[in-house]
C-alpha cells in the first residue's frame, strides 16, 4: 500500500522512511456494517429498536441526497411508526414521503384517528388509576401510575412529558432496583431529547445506588455516559467511558446504541484524544474491547495503522468511513473535529523522532502536495504542537529544541525590568495619594 | 527717599549672609505689592543689581517687572535678562521664594513661544528645574514646561536626559499628569517605546477622583504604543487604576479601542481600510502619524511570526504570507528589521531570493552582560531599600497613627499602647 519505500530506495540510505511497506489483510466484509460501501440500511436498521431506530432512519433520509436510498429510509420508517402509536411522527414521515411511495405510503386518517382515540383513552384510564392510587396512599402502586404515564407519553412521542413523569417516580422509589429503572427511563428520554446534561447526572445517580449493579447495566451506564461526553465535546473522556463497556452489553441496549456504534465511537476519540501510551494499553491490549472492534474491522485497521505509522492507509479508511459516519445521529458534528485531530496527530507523531525531515517524503507519506503539507506544519509550529523549522529552500523540516539556558537568561532579565517598572509607579502612586490625602486632611484640620 | 531706592540699597546690604537674607525675605515680601504697582520702573534697578548675590531681591524686582501680557518687543529685551538672571542665580536664595521663581520662569516660556523661538527656553528652564529641584526624584512643576518646549524645540535628546531620571515625589498631581504625558510624547519621538509606554501608563492608572483631558488624550497615545510596542491591547486597566479612568476613559477613546479590535484580527486589509475611514478622527488628535506607524508594525508583526516557523523562506513567500504587493517589498522590510530596529536576525540571498532567519547570537556569556545583570540587581536592592523606608515612615505618620488607633479594639492590651492624643 505504501509506496514511499521504493521511490526513495536506493539513493539515500540514511534516511528512512517513517512507516513504509505495510500490508493490507483483506478482513473486510462480513459484519461491515458501518463499511466504506454504500450504507446498507436494511442491515443498519436491524441493529437498532424502538424509537431511535426511527430518528436514525428519519436523519439518513434528510442527510441523503441519493433519491432511492432516501425513500428506502423513508419506507423503513413508515412501517417502523405504524408498529408503535406516534402519530406526530406519523405525520411527518408522510410528509417527507410526500406520495412517491405509491398509495400504500399515503396519509392514512383513519389510522391516526383510531391510535389518538386510543390514546385519549387509555390517558384518561391511566389518570383515573393514578388518582386511585394517590387517595390509597400505596408508594408502589404510584410508582407503577407514574412510570406507565411517562411510557404511554414515550410512546406517543410527547418527550418533555414522559421525562417529567419518570422524574416524578423518585420520590415513590423504595429499592435501588427502583432507582436503576427511574435513571434508565430517564437517560433514555433524555439521549432522544438530546438533553444530554440530564444524562450525566443521572448516570452518576444510578452508579451511586448502595447495591452492586449487574454487568449488563453498567455497560449501559458506560454507553450513556460515553454518548453524553461525546456530545459535550469532551473526547477523552468518551473514549474512557466507551472503552470501559463491558462486553456484556450485546444486544441489550439496542434502543440507544449498538455494539458497533460502541467501536466506532470509542475508537475515533481514543485515537483523536490518547496518546501512544493509553492507545496501546487501553485500546488495542483491550481484551474486551476488541470484542467490539472484531464488529467494525475498519475501525480497528486504522488503529493499528496509526500505532504502527502506516498513515497514508490510515488516512484512507478515515476517508473511506467517512460518507457514512455523516450520516450517524450522534457523530455527524463531530466527524470534523475528530478527523483533524487524528490528522494533526498522525502529522505530530511522523516528526517526533527526527531531527530533520525531508518534506517531500512526508508528503508522499501522507498522500498530499509539498504546499498543502508545509502550510498544515506551519498551523502546527505556529501552535506549539511541535518545536520545528522549515527550511522553506531545501524542503527540510529541521526539529528545534529551546535553548533553556538562553530562555532564562531573558525570562530573569525581563523580571528584573518588570518588578523595576511596578514599584517605581507605585512608589509614585502611592506618593501621589498620600499628597492626596494631606490635603483632605489638611482642610479637616 | 524714594522706596524703590531704599529698597534697592537694603537689597544690596543685606544679601551677605543668611540671617539677613531671612530679614530681606521678609521685607520683599511687604514691599511686593508697592513693586507690582511700578512695574514700569524697575528695569533699570535691575542693572544695578548682581544677580548671583542678589538673587533673591533680583528675583522679586524682576517677577514684579514682568507683566503678565507682553508684546514681542518687550519680549525680545526681556528673555535675555531672564536667561541671564537664571544661569546665575544662588539656589539657596531662590529656594526661599519658589514660587516666585516658578512665575519668572513661565513668563520665559509664554514669551520663548510668543517670540516662536523656543530653543532659547530649553537651556534656562534646564538650569532652572535643576536649581529648585530639592533632589533629583523631586518634580517641579518646571518639568513640564521644560518639555513642552523641547517638544516644540524639537530638542528630544535633551527631554530624553531628563526623563531618564526617576520620579518620586510631586508636588501637584497636575505637573505628573503633564510631565508623563509629554514624556511620553518624546520617547515616541525618539522610538523608545518601552519608555512611553511606562510613561503614558503612570498618567492612566494614576489616582484621579474625576477624569481629565491630559488622561484622555494620553490614554489614546496608550493605546497606539502598546500596540506597535506589544502587538497587543488589553482593554481592561489594572485594578490599581482609578474607578473614574477604569469607567469612563473608554468611552472617550471609542475610535481607538476599535483600531486595536481590528488590529487584533491579524488583517491588514481591515486595518488599513479602518484607518483610512477614521483617517480625520485620528488627524484631529495629531495622532495620524503614531496610526500609520501601528499598521507598519503589523507588517512587521508577521514577519515575526515567521522566524518562528521558518528557517529560509523566499521573498516571494514574505510577501504573500505578509500580504505585501511585492518581492522586493518584503526586501525593504526585512532589511529595515534587521539592520534598523535589530528586531530580528536574518540574512538575505539575493540570487536565490531567498532569506534565511538566525538565531538571537546573544549567548549571555560576556562581560557586558554580567555587568548589565549586576547593575540590575543593584538597582532593584535600591528600590527594596526604598520601599522599605518609605513603609517605616508611613507607619510613623501622625495621620496614619490616629487612623489605626482609632479602628483599634478599645479594650485591647496586648498590643502597643497607642498615646492618647492620637485617638482623635
Same mark, same amino acid.
Given at each position: 500500500? =505504501? ?26 466484509? %462480513? ?44 419506507? +423503513? ?17 408522510? /410528509? ?5 411511495? #405509491? ?17 385519549? /383513552? ?37 418527550? #418533555? ?21 427511574? &435513571? ?27 447495591? $452492586? ?9 458506560? &454507553? ?41 465511537? #470509542? ?72 478527523? =483533524? ?43 506549539? /504542537?511541535?518545536?520545528?523549522?522549515? =527550511?522553506?529552500?531545501?524542503?527540510? @523540516? ?40 494631606? @490635603? ?6 | ?41 524697575? !528695569? ?22 514682568m507683566p503678565a501680557p507682553v508684546t514681542k518687543t518687550q519680549a525680545e529685551t526681556v528673555v535675555p535678562i531672564v536667561t541671564r538672571f537664571i544661569g ?36 534656562p528652564l534646564f538650569t532652572a528645574l535643576r536649581k529648585l529641584q530639592v533632589s533629583v526624584e523631586h518634580l517641579t512643576p518646571l518639568h513640564s514646561d ?8 524639537? &530638542?528630544?535628546?535633551?527631554?530624553? !536626559?531628563?526623563? =531618564? ?42 489616582? +484621579?477622583?474625576?477624569?481629565? $483631558? ?19 491591547? !488589553? ?54 502619524? @503614531? ?5 507598519? !508594525? ?14 529560509? @523562506? ?21 532589511? /529595515?528589521?534587521?539592520?534598523?530596529? #535589530? ?25 557586558? +552582560? ?25 507607619? &510613623? ?10 479602628? %483599634? ?16
Open positions: 500500500m =505504501d509506496a514511499d519505500d521504493e521511490t526513495s530506495g536506493p539513493m539515500i540510505d540514511e534516511i528512512y522512511a517513517n512507516g513504509g511497506g505495510g500490508d493490507d489483510g483483506e478482513k473486510r466484509s %462480513r459484519r461491515a456494517i458501518m463499511s466504506g460501501d454504500q450504507l446498507d440500511i436494511e442491515a443498519y436498521a436491524a441493529l437498532y429498536s424502538g424509537r431511535t431506530k426511527i430518528m436514525r432512519l428519519l436523519f439518513i433520509a434528510d442527510k441523503m441526497s441519493n433519491a432511492p436510498t432516501q425513500l428506502e429510509a423513508l419506507r +423503513m420508517a413508515y412501517d417502523e411508526i405504524k408498529k408503535g402509536e406516534n402519530t406526530q411522527l406519523f405525520r411527518e414521515v408522510v /410528509q417527507k414521503i410526500d406520495g412517491r411511495l #405509491g398509495p400504500n405510503y399515503g396519509m392514512d386518517a383513519a389510522w391516526c384517528d383510531a391510535v389518538d382515540r386510543r390514546a385519549e /383513552q387509555k390517558k384518561e384510564k391511566l389518570e383515573n388509576e393514578l388518582n386511585a392510587y394517590r387517595t390509597n396512599l400505596i408508594k408502589e402502586s404510584i410508582r407503577m401510575g407514574y412510570n406507565d404515564f411517562g411510557d404511554f407519553y414515550y410512546a406517543h412521542g410527547q418527550l #418533555g412529558e414522559a421525562f417529567k413523569n419518570y422524574v416524578r417516580t423518585r420520590d415513590y422509589c423504595t429499592t435501588s432496583k427502583h432507582i436503576i429503572h427511574m &435513571c434508565m427511563s430517564a437517560i433514555l428520554v433524555s439521549i432522544e431529547m438530546g438533553q444530554f446534561p440530564h444524562v450525566t447526572s443521572y448516570v452518576s445517580k444510578a452508579e451511586q445506588a448502595p447495591e $452492586a449493579l449487574d454487568a449488563i447495566t453498567v455497560a449501559k451506564l458506560r &454507553c450513556a455516559a460515553g454518548l453524553a461526553n461525546l456530545e459535550a465535546k469532551k473526547y477523552k473522556l468518551a473514549a474512557r467511558k466507551f472503552l470501559e463497556t463491558g462486553p456484556e452489553l450485546g444486544l441489550h441496549y439496542n434502543e440507544v446504541i449498538a455494539q458497533q456504534d460502541v467501536a466506532t465511537y #470509542g475508537g475515533l476519540c481514543a485515537l483523536a484524544t490518547f496518546d501512544r501510551a493509553e492507545l496501546k494499553s487501553k485500546v488495542i491490549d483491550n481484551s474486551n474491547f476488541r470484542n467490539f472492534l472484531e464488529l467494525v474491522p475498519e475501525v480497528r485497521e486504522l488503529i493499528n495503522d496509526f500505532y504502527s505509522s502506516h498513515y497514508a492507509s490510515c488516512l484512507e479508511y478515515l476517508g473511506n468511513l467517512k460518507a457514512n459516519l455523516l450520516l450517524d445521529i450522534h457523530l455527524h458534528d463531530h466527524v470534523e473535529t475528530l478527523y =483533524d485531530q487524528i490528522r494533526h496527530k498522525a502529522l505530530i507523531q511522523y516528526t517526533h523522532p527526527f531531527v530533520s525531515v525531508d518534506l517531500n517524503m512526508m508528503a508522499n507519506a501522507f498522500k498530499t502536495t509539498v504546499a498543502g503539507l508545509e502550510k498544515e506544519l506551519e498551523a502546527l509550529i505556529t501552535d506549539n /504542537q511541535i518545536q520545528a523549522r522549515i =527550511d522553506s529552500h531545501n524542503k527540510i @523540516l529541521y526539529a528545534r529544541h529551546a535553548d533553556q539556558r538562553n530562555a532564562t537568561f531573558q525570562r530573569v532579565l525581563e523580571t528584573g525590568r518588570e518588578f523595576d517598572r511596578d514599584v517605581r509607579s507605585m512608589l509614585l502612586r502611592s506618593n501621589l495619594i498620600k499628597h492626596d490625602f494631606n @490635603l483632605r486632611a489638611l482642610r479637616k484640620l | 527717599m524714594d522706596p524703590l531706592e531704599a529698597l534697592l540699597a537694603q537689597i544690596q546690604g543685606l544679601s551677605s549672609t543668611s540671617s539677613d537674607i531671612n530679614r530681606l525675605h521678609t521685607i520683599l515680601k511687604q514691599a511686593d505689592d508697592s513693586l507690582r504697582s511700578e512695574s514700569t520702573r524697575l !528695569s533699570p534697578i535691575l542693572t544695578q543689581l548682581d544677580p548671583s548675590i542678589h538673587s533673591l531681591g533680583f528675583l522679586y524686582i524682576l517677577e514684579a517687572s546665575a542665580c544662588s539656589t539657596e536664595q531662590i529656594r526661599l521664594a519658589p514660587d516666585k521663581f516658578l512665575s519668572v520662569c513661565r513668563k520665559l516660556k509664554d514669551q520663548v513661544m510668543l517670540l516662536e523661538a523656543p530653543i532659547r527656553g530649553v537651556a521644560f518639555l513642552l518646549l523641547c517638544l516644540l524645540a524639537k &530638542c528630544y535628546k535633551t527631554g530624553l !536626559s531628563l526623563l =531618564d531620571d526617576d520620579v518620586f515625589e510631586v508636588d501637584q498631581p497636575r505637573d505628573l499628569f503633564l510631565y508623563c504625558y509629554y514624556g511620553g510624547m518624546i520617547c515616541i519621538g525618539q522610538k523608545r517605546f518601552q519608555k512611553a509606554l511606562d510613561l503614558l501608563h503612570n498618567v492612566v492608572t494614576a489616582p +484621579m477622583s474625576t477624569i481629565n $483631558a491630559i488622561a484622555v488624550e494620553a490614554y489614546k497615545k496608550y493605546i497606539l504604543v502598546s500596540l506597535i510596542r506589544h502587538g497587543q491591547f !488589553s482593554t481592561s486597566l489594572p485594578k490599581y487604576s482609578s474607578s473614574a479612568a477604569q469607567r469612563n476613559l473608554k468611552n472617550f477613546c471609542q475610535p481607538y479601542v476599535e483600531l486595536a479590535n481590528s488590529y487584533g484580527t491579524g488583517k491588514i486589509a481591515e486595518l488599513e481600510a479602518y484607518v483610512k475611514t477614521n483617517a480625520e478622527k485620528f488627524e484631529s488628535d495629531n495622532n495620524l502619524g @503614531l496610526v500609520k506607524q501601528v499598521v507598519s !508594525s503589523m507588517y512587521k508583526r508577521n514577519i515575526q511570526r515567521l522566524t518562528q516557523t521558518y528557517l529560509t @523562506l523566499s521573498l516571494q513567500d514574505i510577501a504573500t504570507t505578509v500580504q505585501l504587493n511585492s518581492p522586493k517589498e518584503a526586501e525593504m522590510h526585512v532589511l /529595515q528589521m534587521v539592520i534598523q530596529d #535589530g528586531e530580528i536576525y536574518a540574512t538575505i540571498n539575493q540570487k536565490d531570493g531567498m532569506v534565511r532567519f538566525l538565531e538571537d547570537p546573544e549567548q549571555y556569556k560576556t562581560c557586558e +552582560m554580567i555587568e548589565h545583570i549586576d547593575s540590575s540587581i543593584q538597582r532593584i536592592m535600591a528600590l527594596s531599600r526604598k520601599l522599605t523606608a518609605m513603609d517605616e515612615q508611613i507607619s &510613623c505618620d501622625q495621620l496614619y497613627l490616629s487612623k489605626a488607633g482609632r479602628e %483599634r479594639q478599645r479594650y485591647d492590651f496586648d498590643d502597643f499602647d497607642v498615646p492618647q492624643k492620637f485617638n482623635i
